[in-house]
């Protein structure tokens, strides 16, 4: 069962009230003396208070998470964690504005962090800013050029400026770091695709989809695969499952998130209208809502 906030704080307050009982002398004090906390019991009890937080997170109650944050942050804040969780809590409840102000903070405590850099760009990118995210994905590369999820999201911003050349040199990059990484594998795809070079792009989806049954690359490889002159049973039979694992991606919406190009979601389109994917259509697009 979920604690209410309110009881965590009275925890925590019950805590602070035992703590200074310790402090006093029942016998000779006529007048307790209260003594404030030093600035390692400061430290100690923001450290609780973020581990509790992250339970918060864990159970989606990211509001209360950011309340009790914002709190540890101010009885501590040189710990570069906190202020990394609490940038966490906020993109999750969609207050990108407020998480970029936290991540900074970290990297003012962390400037040679690279994943800092990283989570900055992804949270640009949320707010449809992928120049500035390529900024600060560009500077967590310069602490460490070898690592695939900064070229993946390097990629994933020239995708959403529409530079389709750059975007599939640096998810090859991401690939060639760990061959195992099928998001990029996956996404060169899609580029490829966008650039009608279909057949390639059927392999790099095939490729993904060996790694890892998502339903990303078995939807894609299902919509290259669909033609209306052929027989489409592998297709269909590959759109079906896709639907069923993620119903999202019936939508065209949910597509775009995902940056998919033009081409694919049009092509989406006619293989979801086909009669055998009617009902499959219909059953996700009540899931998804």
């Known amino acids: 069962m979920k604690k209410p906030l309110y009881l965590i704080y009275l925890s925590l307050i019950c805590l602070g009230v035992l703590e200074i009982s310790h402090q006093l002398n029942p016998v000779k004090a006529l007048i307790p003396r209260i003594n404030e906390p030093n600035t390692q019991e400061f430290e100690s009890m923001s450290i609780s208070i973020?581990?509790?937080?992250?339970?918060?997170?864990?159970?989606?109650?990211?509001?209360?998470?950011?309340?009790?944050?914002?709190?540890?942050?101010?009885?501590?804040?040189?710990?570069?964690?906190?202020?990394?969780?609490?940038?966490?809590?906020?993109?999750?409840?969609?207050?990108?504005?407020?998480?970029?102000?936290?991540?900074?903070?970290?990297?003012?405590?962390?400037?040679?962090?690279e994943g800092i850099y990283f989570t900055k760009g992804s949270v640009y990118m949320n707010l449809n800013n992928p120049q500035k995210a390529i900024i600060s994905i560009k500077k967590g590369l310069s602490i460490n050029n070898n690592n695939e999820r900064g070229y993946f999201q390097l990629g994933n911003a020239e995708i959403m400026l529409?530079?389709?050349?750059?975007?599939?040199?640096?998810?090859?990059?991401?690939?060639?770091?760990?061959?195992?990484?099928?998001?990029?594998?996956?996404?060169?795809?899609?580029?490829?695709?966008?650039?009608?070079?279909?057949?390639?792009?059927?392999?790099?989806?095939?490729?993904?989809?060996?790694?890892s049954q998502d339903a990303e690359p078995m939807l894609a490889l299902a919509i290259v695969l669909f033609s209306p002159d052929n027989n489409n049973s592998e297709s269909i039979r590959?759109?079906?499952?896709?639907?069923?694992?993620?119903?999202?991606?019936?939508s065209k919406e949910y597509q775009e998130k995902q940056l998919w190009g033009e081409k694919l979601q049009k092509k989406a389109q006619l293989l979801f209208k086909t009669k055998e994917m009617i009902k499959a259509v219909k059953e996700a697009k009540e899931k998804s809502q």
């Open 50 to 113: 973020g581990k509790t937080a992250i339970q918060l997170i864990q159970f989606g109650q990211n509001n209360e998470a950011i309340k009790l944050l914002k709190l540890a942050v101010k009885l501590n804040p040189k710990e570069h964690n906190l202020w990394i969780t609490l940038a966490e809590a906020q993109i999750r409840s969609d207050k990108n504005k407020e998480a970029i102000f936290s991540l900074n903070k970290a990297i003012e405590l962390q400037p040679k962090k």
């Open 162 to 211: 529409k530079n389709y050349k750059s975007a599939l040199n640096y998810f090859q990059k991401s690939s060639l770091i760990n061959s195992n990484f099928w998001q990029s594998i996956n996404n060169e795809g899609l580029i490829l695709y966008e650039l009608d070079n279909t057949k390639k792009a059927m392999n790099k989806f095939k490729l993904a989809l060996d790694i």
């Open 238 to 250: 590959l759109a079906k499952n896709a639907l069923n694992s993620n119903p999202k991606y019936v």
